[in-house]
Structures are given as structure tokens and as C-alpha cells.
């Protein structure tokens, strides 16, 4: 088994406590434990972290780029969504 | 979508600066272009690592020599990244590196010369970084969303590359005469080629106008290699040393430095594969593949009895 073999693994990685773990990019490795070592030596030389997850792209399901204009259409019609939407008189305060 | 209706629509989102995501439809020629480009980009950081490592265990003090591992161990990583981004393209990245090792891709021709003295690891980390700086700030806003925030990600760690060549070439320069003729004589060696690093006259540069057009590249090599001159003079000036061109000075009128024709021959010789180091680079990476075999076997080994552990 050459390293091309590896699995593609996805790096999410929180910053600091209080923020979402981001996706920063990829690697391959054989396995999760080395995957996350490398991930730490690849994406966070300069502290860049407090806590990474791996995932392995095979793993990953996401929409369907051909399909986008139609998967997202039911919000795209819905502008009464948008506080924007709402008519309220110059007077009224705090809202 | 007919072919001609995707290739406008795809134009249109350059046009107006939308990135194209690995999913998205490219025209073929996008595709291949960007791989030829970020794999030539990930194989330079790869090789340049050589040169510089060579002179980890000679570093004058522990200082230097932490500072140089650190900067090496960077290029390790810009490397991975731009590996990465070439992946999302399709491209096979064991096939990418195989390509290098066989000569049939390229990689910076500036890493083809030695570094024989100190001094070139300041003159490197001051002129080849901040060549190849110049260069990278301007793909921050390539077209190509992973390579563009792959590139993001190097120019910040950069910048510490190039000020600790010039902090380096500082102390020479301030040392004995001895040390001052050796940070002269790297200034010397490396001016040239690294004005090489920005590839052919735009007269020359095969792939440059569609690259513009697609927005991969955003600026032509001459443009980026006016900017790297410009602002390099005032940086010799303050070390006291001088750029080995003797037509080099201010054009009032066109508000940049004039300066001499480069020598292409050399250029190309060292591109076709003759320059003073070419054999020896590729030598290395492969000894490096190679040697780093039972590694990678014992990885997969490991790998292999933990997931039996696991499932038994
Ligand atoms: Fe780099
Ligand atoms: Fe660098």
C-alpha cells in the first residue's frame, strides 16, 4: 500500500473556545491518530488551534452543485424572513 | 447547458470575481492549467527545502539554527497545502510528485543554485522569499478558491522568512570586512536568479494572457518583477551592499528602476535541466521517497493491527 492509498481526511479546527470548528483544508494518512498528529504539525504551527476534528472526506455527503437554484429556492423566496420585511412606524423604539 | 453556454457562464463568475470551487464546471484547459501551476508551486517549496537544509546543522548558533528549522519545516507545509489544493483539481498527487521525479514537471529554476556560504541562507531568505513573497501576495486573490486560500495561509507565515534572511545579512554586513565581502558575494550570486524567479518577459510568457483572462494570475511576470526590484534597491542600500547591475537607476519618468536585460540563456539552460544543481535536487527527493519507504509501510502496518484491535 503506497501513501496514495491513504484516506483523505478533512481538518476542521476551533480556534479558541466560543468558536466553531472551521475547515481548514486536507491531508492523507493512514489512520484518524495520525491524521490529527498531522494536522497539528501541518495547520497549527503557530497556534492556530485549541481543538481539531478529522474527518474522512469519503465521509462527507454534500449537495449537488447541478441541483443548487432548486435546493435552495425555498429560502430564497421567503423575504417576510427578514425583520427588512416589516413596516413599522418611525416612533416606535427598541425594535 | 451546451459547452459554450458553461464556458460563458464560468467567464462571467470570473469576471465578476466569484471564486470557482472544486465542484463547480471549469473548462478542461482551467483545470489543467492550475494544475500544472500549483503543482510546479508545491514541487518549489518541496526542492526548496534542500538548499536550506543543508545548512541546518552548520547554522552559526542555536538561534539561527531554530529559526532555520522553523522556516524549513514551513516550506514542508506550503508544500502539503498546495498538494491539497491540486487534489480538489482531480489531479493524482502521488502522480504530481512521480512527474517531478521523472523531470517532466518543473519547479523554480532558483533552487537549481547552491548555497555554498552563510551568507546565502540571508541573501535566500531575503531575496528568494521575498521574490517568491511578491509573487504570492498577488495569487491571494487567485480565481481558483483553494489555491487562492492556500496561499493566504503561506503569505502569512512568509513574511517571517524574509525578515530573518535581511535580519541575518544585517549582522554580516555589520561584522568584519571578511563577513561583509560574504554578504556582498551572496547579493552577487543570487540577484540575478532571483529576477529570474518571475519567469519570461511577458513577450515570451506562453500562458500568460489566458491566465489573466481566468484571473489565476492577476498580475504578468514583468509587473511583479518591477515591484520586486523597486522595492528591493532601498533594502540594499540600508545593508551597504550593491546590486551587481551597473545600469540599475531611477527612471524619473516611468516612476520605477530601470535595470539590465536579463540573461535568458542562462535562464533556460537552467530550466532545461542544466543548471549547477538540477541532477542533485531530483536525486535527493527521490533518495527521500525511497528511503522513506518502511516508514510509510510501517504507518500502514500499525494502522492495519489497531483497526483489528478495534473490531475484535
Ligand atoms: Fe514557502
Ligand atoms: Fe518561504
Known sequence: MSNSTWPLWEVFIRSKQGLNHKHVGSLRAPDATLALENARDVYTRRSEGISIWVVESANIHATDIDEVDSFFEPSDTKIYRHPTFYEVPDGVKHM | ??????????????????????NDWMPDAYRQTLIRQISQHAHSEVVGMLPEGNW????????????????????AGHGLYLYSAIETLGADR??????????????????????????????IGWLVDGAAIMNQVALCRTSYGPYARAMVKI??????????????????????????????????????????MFGPNDAESTHSEQSMNWKIKRFT???????FVDAT?????????????ANLRWNEERGHYDFSEINWDE????VKGNGPCNKERIEARVKAKENGLWVR???????????MKKSA
Open chain 2, 155 to 196: 503569505c502569512k507565515e512568509e513574511s517571517f522568512h524574509q525578515r530573518q534572511g535581511y535580519e541575518s545579512l544585517m549582522v554580516l554586513c555589520k561584522g568584519t570586512p571578511a563577513q561583509k565581502a560574504m554578504a556582498q558575494d551572496a547579493l552577487n550570486r543570487f540577484w540575478w536568479p532571483a529576477l529570474m
Open chain 2, 221 to 227: 511576470n514583468d509587473e511583479l518583477r518591477q515591484s
Open chain 2, 94 to 123: 502521488e502522480q504530481t510528485i512521480d512527474d517531478l521525479h521523472s523531470g517532466k514537471a518543473k519547479y523554480s529554476s532558483i533552487f537549481n543554485y547552491p548555497a555554498l556560504t552563510w551568507a546565502d541562507i540571508g541573501a
Open chain 2, 297 to 307: 509501510e510501517a504507518a500502514n502496518a500499525y494502522a492495519k493491527k489497531r483497526a
Open chain 2, 267 to 270: 535562464f533556460w539552460q537552467v
Open chain 2, 56 to 75: 541546518i546543522t552548520r547554522a552559526p548558533n542555536l538561534r539561527r539554527k531554530a529559526v532555520l528549522l522553523a522556516k524549513v519545516q514551513d516550506e
Open chain 2, 233 to 245: 534597491v532601498a533594502q540594499a542600500e540600508l545593508l551597504g551592499l550593491t546590486i551587481p547591475d
Open chain 2, 1 to 22: 447547458m451546451t459547452l459554450a453556454e458553461q464556458e460563458k457562464r464560468f467567464q462571467e463568475k470570473i469576471d465578476n470575481e466569484i471564486k470557482i470551487e472544486p
